[in-house]
């Protein structure tokens, strides 16, 4: 049984230096642990999935190019989330305003080619159907 997410929870980036919080906007009006319950859609960069620190990817055009310019020297650069699919897998079992519960075990991909996790899902209260 998966926790459900919500606004608060601590994300981290395969890719990325430094843990991020998860922003849930109270759309659904659906709460979790007294706080806005996540969904797979809150998977929007700079809206619901903010910076990481610097981003270690060199799939990412900012780090490239920084390196090239340091003469093949590794320069990452700051992390600007480029999430353009949702998180999945979503619950099974729970909806939060029509739309499958955020669980701490989806998972969101960057378009850079780093994998963003839940590693604390800001509350611990289980889903239960």
Known sequence: MGMHVCMGATLQCSFGAAPSNLVVLPASGVLTGGMPAATIMDSKPLANIMPFGTCNSMSNPMVAAATAAALGAFTPMPCIPVTAAPWAPGSPTV??????????????????GGVIQVVVPGQFTSMIP
């Open 95 to 112: 909806l939060v305003g029509g739309m499958p519960g955020l669980q701490d075990s989806s998972k969101l991909a960057c378009n850079w």
